[in-house]
């Protein structure tokens, strides 16, 4: 299962690299920043555009703490239909010094050794109280709606997906957090 995840991982950061296919680009998202003292802690995914390593995960979770060296422990869960959690720890660091709003995120794993690969990881929104967020790719590959709590009301929900459509993402192929 370990090899499985760690595979996972490394075509999710590959899979974050520009393919140059040559489709028309959408316009990159607008970010915002984030102060990452705030930032950090638990998030829980609400939905996702679908992910590769990601594939067999009903619920996922992410945990963040600010580092002496101002950058990001990451340990990613996610729980399968069976009831297991495979997890997975990196660490994420600002792509340009002194914002916060575009971070790169690589993985711990023997992959990323041989590979030396980040995953771009931009902020889209988040509310005043940092309650919730949405983080995508540049290139709309992905998308993440996260939460404090496994639950948002409607309300909040409809927030997230108008402001994702906003950025130009496809909201429709969403996958949502399974309710326990």
């Not at 992910?51 to 990451?74: K, T």
């Not at 959690?85 to 575009?102: F, H, L, M, N, S």
């Not at 997906?161 to 496809?170: C, D, I, P």
Request: include cysteine; hydrophobic fraction near 35%; glycine fraction near 8%.
């Amino acid at each position: 299962m370990r090899s499985i995840l760690l595979a996972s991982a490394l075509l999710a950061l590959v899979g974050c690299a520009n393919s140059g296919t040559g489709n028309i680009p959408k316009p990159e998202p607008e970010t915002v920043q984030v102060d990452l003292q705030r930032y950090q802690g638990t998030w829980y995914e609400l939905a996702r555009l679908p992910m590769f390593f990601q594939r067999n995960c009903v619920q996922s979770e992410a945990h963040y703490g600010l580092r002496d060296d101002g950058r990001i422990d990451v340990t990613n869960r996610c729980r399968d239909d069976d009831g297991e959690w495979i997890e997975a720890r990196g660490i994420a660091e600002p792509q340009v010094e002194g914002r916060t709003d575009k971070l790169w995120v690589s993985f711990d794993n023997w992959a990323s050794k041989l590979l030396p690969i980040k995953g771009e990881y931009w902020v889209l929104y988040h509310d005043e109280d940092y309650r919730v967020a949405l983080v995508g790719h540049p290139q709309h590959k992905y998308l993440w709606l996260l939460s404090r709590t496994p639950e948002v009301d409607p309300e909040t929900r409809d927030k997230l997906l108008s402001v994702a459509r906003e950025q130009g993402y496809t909201t429709g192929e969403l996958i949502w957090r399974k309710t326990d």
